[in-house]
């Protein structure tokens, strides 16, 4: 639900123990500083009920024209029956006459009284049949209420409110302002909740202004006003009015009974449900859904509500902010003035979002009356704030958690950039799309007066460490197995805190499938021995320069230039390779950006060349030359602090680039004696790691192809599309994971499109069974295109290929060498010819399931390891799906072994890769002395293991023993 935009969490206390409502606040105080969901409770205050039934009756059905007495006597509050209903208020039930007409349970049974008894009983005819329940509230059609307001009950409930700090307190039946001055009395010395009142009678529609006027919110309770009121067919005009005056005042409006019922109740739409939530939106009121009884129906009605709610108010807001300006005033203040110019300034500018940081939130408030039809995206470092904010349409509340920093201007500018870093993350705005920023000039001003128009720079979209945890979560469950972390781009508590919010991410995923641990690799990049360009020169003010075509420009090795690059010089930190660069060679920056040829040699550390193609170039670019031998050093001290951080955080992957010969490799490895060695990937960007790749690949354990590099370094360009099938043919003869990178969806991670050229160049690469490395992203939802995409392509292109794969590999293979690696050509044979789409290996290593992915590309293996580290380097080989078991010490090793399988086959039929009698294979040891996966078994899947016990409110699933 909060995934739906669900802002604040209702409890109706009545029907809960103390110790219920407790547990959804404690666990919200632990949740507060990332996620600002308001919490509201209801008061009955005065409204009218009924008792309880005798003999723990739940419901009694009342038919057409059969009598019942109503009594007022507290003796028989839980003694109703078919018979006699009890009602709670002996004030209001005095004024019942003969001829009064009664409703129960909102409009359930109706009543006509046919004779006052005495001033505690009436009897009374059933004119609408139907059912009741227990404590079901009780409206009299033209009856002034007296029953007074705020029972021992209702201050209980109050201190309740008080001692766990709630945000917003709901009044019920609210008919003079008296009540509300008292419930804000109640709250001196601590902080005040928003008081939303509710107009439950008629004598509440009299005094409306003046509660309107007291109250922090208004809600319409047309379930029960409808039954109160003489003129029932006054409630559309009544509701237009009260939203009108709300609005009016700047007040949040709201109105409750039947909103989305068919919805709720079947999770099904019906026209009038469409026409009633329509008009109100159009009137900008909110709604309040009643208490559910399936949590996925409250899902689809509050997907019902987005999608009109989002074709309507487009229309309403031009004409709102029109409205608005004519019903105001003059600003009786400079804050006022403030607000109004910016909303203003917002129109004007075709600003879809007002930026405000606040304290209080009077602000916020102010702008979503005048400027209702941008967003109020409001920065609070208090929780109870931004909760109270979640009250307001159209005010987006972010809490900021940072630390403070002792600059007034430095704070309130680390504020906007989290405010707009998060609005690019969630779509809200894009790159050059302006917004409005209104915020207080000096730390002493006392309220914003400093308004300005800004816009979206690209730098907010190169954040990595911007990502949020939600992104994270959505990229796992798109099936994200290994994360590759830019290091050079980020600083240490970067590194930190993307660790941290990828570990949250993995926790919310474990949740959701009921595991433990979720095994997803990270990787780090260490550059090795890539030539870069220098940072670009601090007086130019630009984060890229143009370099046009035919123009001339030095290029240096000097150090003392590594700052100082401009359209005139760039600098590249390979004073090694720079003697080699002669007159004709060909230089590409940036990949590709930009294209120059060397011209003349200045001096041994300056040369000039002319610009073949244009573009636009930052800092930090890749620098290639074609044709030149390089000779630049492996692993500078900057490689070794990396490898260091990989060292002390227990990373998973190495992804060294630059890779010329294989002693680089075994360096590394050495340099993880005595620590947990990870898998070191070898990225081929020259002609010397194409010349050596043979040896790479054998002491490797993946091989990337940069081609973003190679295809500008290699003489032949041409002969890029042959150099990646040969190397993909090696790496899969020794199965060991091969990687392509460079132009991998290009247009998709960029744009959101998909055009020809990638499309076919991902099918090329997918039918040579070859993983791909995208691009670092400046926009996530791009990431999830892209990988839809991907994902589409590759069921397409591999249920062609692996047949052919089958019979390719069985005559690759030699005769095997140990009893081990028969077992997995035994194991190979058998799934395919029980047509298996599953082999289970519980592992300990992992070495049972890559020779299986060698030589069984046609099945999914499945692993089950108790050793986070085995199942998170797993992800790196295809078609391996890793799974971390908690292990039962108590049990013996053959309950271990058919309980890790049992877990495996249950996982399958929740992620839907098995299906009811579908078959599977089974390797694993026979015995614990077993030294290797010896005993080979097939399965089917029957009803014992696809057995779902289904509760009112979730779903467990188990094996049955």
């Known amino acids: ?97 003969v001829g009064a007409e009664i409703t129960l349970g909102s409009g359930k049974v109706i009543l006509i009284c046919t004779e006052v008894i005495n001033e505690q009983r009436i009897m009374c005819k059933v004119h609408q049949k139907g059912s009741i329940g227990n404590l079901e509230f009780f409206c009299v059609r033209g009856i002034k209420h007296i029953k007074p307001p705020l029972s021992k009950y209702d201050l209980n409930m109050i201190e309740f409110a008080k001692e766990f700090s709630l945000d917003i307190i709901i009044m019920n039946s609210v008919r003079r302002t008296s ?32 509660i309107i006027e007291a109250s922090d919110g208004i809600i319409l309770a047309r379930e029960f006003l409808a039954y109160e009121i003489l003129n029932k067919y006054q409630m ?12 009016q005042k700047g007040k949040p409006f709201f109105i409750s009974g039947n909103i989305l019922d068919e919805s709720l109740k079947k999770g099904m739409l019906v026209d009038r449900d469409v026409f009633d939530i329509t008009n109100a939106a159009i009137d900008g009121t909110g709604f309040l859904l009643r208490h559910l009884d399936n949590p996925s129906h409250i899902l689809v009605s509050m997907k019902i509500l987005d999608s009109i709610c989002k074709s309507v108010e487009s229309v309403a807001m031009e004409k709102d902010f029109w409205r608005v300006l004519d019903e105001i005033k003059m600003p009786a203040n400079a804050a006022e003035a403030c607000c109004l110019a910016c909303a203003l300034a917002a129109k004007q500018t075709k600003s879809k979002v007002i930026v405000a940081p606040t ?83 000096t730390i002493y001003s006392g309220f914003p007066d400093q308004l300005s128009v800004r816009t979206v720079s690209s730098k907010f979209h190169i954040a990595d460490a911007g990502l949020t945890s939600i992104d994270m979560e959505n990229f796992i469950e798109m099936g994200l197995r290994i994360i590759r972390f830019r290091m050079t781009k980020l600083t240490h508590n970067d590194k930190i805190m993307l660790l941290a919010k990828f570990r949250e991410a993995s926790k919310v995923y474990c949740s959701k499938y009921g ?25 130019l003010g630009v984060e890229e320069i143009i370099l046009e075509e035919n123009s001339k420009i030095n290029v240096t090795c000097n150090k003392k230039y590594w700052n100082k690059c401009s359209k005139d010089l760039i600098f590249m930190d390979d004073p090694f390779t720079f003697p080699s660069i002669i007159p004709g060679t060909e230089i590409t920056i940036g990949s590709g950006k930009v294209i120059m040829f060397c011209v003349q040699i200045i001096n041994t550390e300056m040369i000039k060349c002319k610009i073949a193609q244009g573009g636009l170039i930052g800092e930090l670019e890749a620098f290639c030359v074609r044709g030149i031998r390089h000779i630049k050093p492996a692993l500078s001290n900057y490689d070794l602090k990396m490898i260091d951080f990989a060292k002390d955080y227990k990373l998973d992957v190495i992804i060294l680039n630059s890779v010329r010969y ?69 790496c899969k003869q020794r199965g060991k994971p091969f990687f392509v990178s460079g132009n991998i969806l290009e247009e998709s991670l960029k744009k959101g499109i998909i055009t020809d050229r990638d499309l076919y160049d991902i099918t090329n690469t997918a039918m040579d069974n070859t993983g791909f490395i995208l691009k670092e992203l400046r926009d996530p939802s791009h990431l999830l295109i892209a990988m839809d995409i991907l994902d589409s392509v590759c069921r397409s292109v591999e249920s062609t290929k692996r047949d052919e794969d089958f019979w390719r590999i069985l005559d690759e293979l030699k005769m095997p060498v140990n009893a081990a690696e028969a077992c997995c050509q035994a194991c190979a044979l058998v799934a395919r010819q029980t047509q298996s789409k599953v082999v289970i290996v519980p592992t300990v290593s992992g070495k049972t399931a890559r020779c299986l992915s060698h030589i069984a590309p046609d099945v999914t293996i499945f692993t089950i390891t108790s050793n986070p580290v085995t199942a998170r380097k797993l992800q790196l080989y295809r078609g391996i799906l890793s799974i971390i078991y908690n292990v039962n010490k108590d049990q013996s090793f053959d309950e271990a072994m058919g309980d890790r399988v049992n877990f495996a086959v249950c996982y399958c039929i929740t992620r839907n890769i098995l299906n009811y009698k579908d078959t599977y294979v089974v390797l694993r040891r026979s015995t614990m002395y077993s030294a290797y996966a010896d005993n080979l078994s097939v399965g089917t899947v029957n009803t014992k293991s696809h057995t779902v016990l289904q509760c009112s409110s979730t779903k467990l699933l188990a094996t049955l023993p």
């Open 515 to 539: 595991v433990e641990n979720w095994p997803i690799a990270i990787s780090i990049d260490v550059p090795n021995a890539c030539i870069k360009t220098g940072s670009l020169n601090e007086e």
């Open 236 to 247: 559309s005009a009544i509701q237009m009015q009260i939203s009108a005056k709300c609005r």
């Open 662 to 730: 294989p002693i680089t490799i075994t360096r590394v490895r050495n340099l993880f004696k005595n620590h947990r060695l990870p898998h070191i990937i070898s990225t081929i960007c020259e002609q010397e790691g194409l010349d050596n790749i043979d040896e790479i690949i054998e002491i490797s354990d993946g091989i990337i192809l940069a081609r973003e590099f190679l295809a500008y370094e290699i003489v032949n360009q041409y002969r890029m599309a042959a150099i990646q099938m040969q190397i993909s043919g090696k």
């Open 359 to 441: 304290v209080t939130g009077s602000t916020a408030r102010h702008l979503a009356r005048v400027a209702p039809e941008v967003l109020i995206l409001t920065i609070s470092s208090n929780p109870f704030t931004a909760r109270k904010l979640q009250l307001y349409r159209g005010v987006i509340p972010l809490i900021y958690a940072e630390k403070a920093r002792s600059k007034f201007e430095d704070e309130v500018n680390s504020r906007v950039s989290y405010a707009v870093s998060y609005c690019v993350k969630h779509n809200i705005l894009k790159y050059k799309q302006t917004y409005v920023l209104l915020r207080r000039s």
């Open 1 to 97: 639900m909060i995934k739906q935009d669900f802002n604040s969490g209702r409890a109706r206390f009545n029907l809960f123990a103390r110790i219920d409502p407790a547990r959804p606040v404690k666990y919200h105080d632990h949740t507060e500083d990332s996620w600002p969901i308001a919490i509201s409770i209801d008061l009955p205050n005065a409204c009218i009920k009924t008792g309880c039934f005798v003999d723990d009756i739940t419901e009694v059905y009342l038919e057409e024209n059969d009598t019942i007495e109503i009594t007022c006597n507290t003796k028989l509050w839980n003694m109703c029956s078919k018979d006699r209903i009890f009602m709670d208020d002996p004030y209001t039930f005095k004024l019942i006459q």
């Open 179 to 210: 009540v509300l001055d008292k419930v804000k009395a109640l709250f001196k010395n601590c902080p005040t909740p928003h008081i939303i009142s509710t107009i439950c009678e008629q004598e509440g529609l009299d005094n409306i202004d003046d």
